[in-house]
């Protein structure tokens, strides 16, 4: 099945080694914080990969060279394919004993290690699922799946529609999503709501309802080859952050124009993007609205808000870093909840051109 270029809630985790970097340019405190990170190297998404590389190596540089250093081992590692990848990656992290996890990027591949995983504390930079069967706790820079679907839920509601659709995929991520817009929509006041698997959807075109809302991974694409040949179309498409993505390579791409979608927004200073474009020797970097940028940007802040917990933990410490973490701030307002959710109130609003690529139009808040 094509996979979608381009989806950041959920990424696939593949094989490669271990690597350990630290920088040393100041005198750091000792003993050093070990940081374990799952990278995306290949697959369909393998460009996510040297994002989170050239993000993290920033961030260790930057606590080397802080008022008060701290040193980082880091070791990067991928999970693979097969469950020979899966289990030697495993023990790698094992032997390494990090202090502090960076989870995989792709939901499922979160989901399968941290099963297996010890007490240390877990930063998740992209919607990984909410319930992870784990020892440790998961604090999430990035708004869980389920967070950004009811943002979304919020912003249709928002627009005054009276009726909705909710066409959905027959997986876990389908069914889940389909369930927080359900409820969303229910909570909120909307009256008329019909949920109908992907394969049905035709029953909706005929209905034409103001707003439908498609709740779907790889099936999106044969959604959109089938939805380019009907007239009656709903008055407006929405796409979840599963399948807001670039289609422009499709011959159908032009029926796309005008759809919405949202995501979260991490607001990337542009000393950053500066920064990253730099050491990626990617200028495009510093104005592109891709995604890929903020998952890049959220993956440098782990590392810093694992490093300044490490400071005020003052020894490796599961329990204390844990605590540590919890109490996390920026601008004098705390990072995660009670719960480790992301405290995140400001999305990005996309919308699709005649191409079939999606660019920012604006900003917006949901209602408290």
Do not use: C, H
């Not at 990424?11 to 100041?26: D, H, Q």
């Not at 209905?207 to 179309?233: C, H, I, R, W």
């Not at 008055?235 to 011959?251: D, E, M, R």
């Amino acid at each position: 099945m094509k996979k979608l270029p381009l989806v950041f809630g959920y990424i696939a985790i593949v094989s490669v080694g271990i690597y350990l970097l630290s920088t040393s340019s100041a005198q750091p405190i000792a003993p050093a914080l070990r940081l374990g990170v799952l990278v995306s190297d290949s697959g369909p998404l393998y460009f996510a990969g040297e994002y989170q590389r050239a993000a993290i190596k920033l961030a260790v540089a930057d606590l080397a060279k802080a008022t008060e250093p701290v040193k980082v081992n880091v070791a990067f590692l991928d999970l693979g394919d097969s469950q020979s990848e899966f289990e030697a990656t495993r023990e790698k992290l094992a032997d390494f004993k990090a202090d502090v996890l960076l989870a995989p990027i792709e939901s499922n591949s979160a989901l399968r290690l941290l099963k297996t995983t010890g007490d240390q504390p877990v930063i998740a930079t992209s919607a990984i699922a909410e319930r992870v069967e784990n020892q440790s706790a998961v604090f999430r820079l990035a708004p869980t799946q389920s967070q950004e679907v009811i943002a979304l839920a919020q912003y249709i509601v928002d627009s005054d529609v009276q009726s909705v659709a909710i066409v959905f995929s027959d997986d876990e991520y389908g069914k889940a999503t389909r369930r927080s817009l359900a409820m969303a929509f229910t909570l909120r006041g909307i009256g008329k709501v019909q949920v109908v698997p992907v394969s049905e959807y035709t029953r909706v075109i005929r209905t034409k309802p103001d707003a439908l809302v498609l709740a779907s991974m790889e099936q999106s694409v044969s959604f959109f080859a089938d939805y380019a040949k009907f007239q009656n179309k709903p008055k407006q498409l929405y796409l979840v952050p599963g399948n807001l993505a670039n289609y422009s390579n499709y011959p159908w791409a032009s029926q796309l124009k005008g759809s919405l979608g949202l995501l979260s927004q991490p607001n990337v200073p542009e000393s950053f993007r500066n920064r990253l474009a730099k050491a990626m020797k990617r200028p495009a970097i510093r104005t592109t609205t891709n995604p890929i940028v903020d998952l890049a940007y959220l993956s440098y802040r782990a590392v810093m808000v694992s490093g300044d917990a490490f400071l005020r933990a003052g020894i490796n410490s599961a329990p204390l870093l844990r605590a540590s973490l919890l109490e996390s701030e920026s601008d004098g307002d705390r990072i995660f909840t009670k719960q480790g959710f992301a405290n995140r109130d400001k999305y990005s609003v996309y919308q699709y051109s005649a191409r079939g690529a999606y660019s920012v139009i604006g900003e917006y808040e949901p209602k408290q």
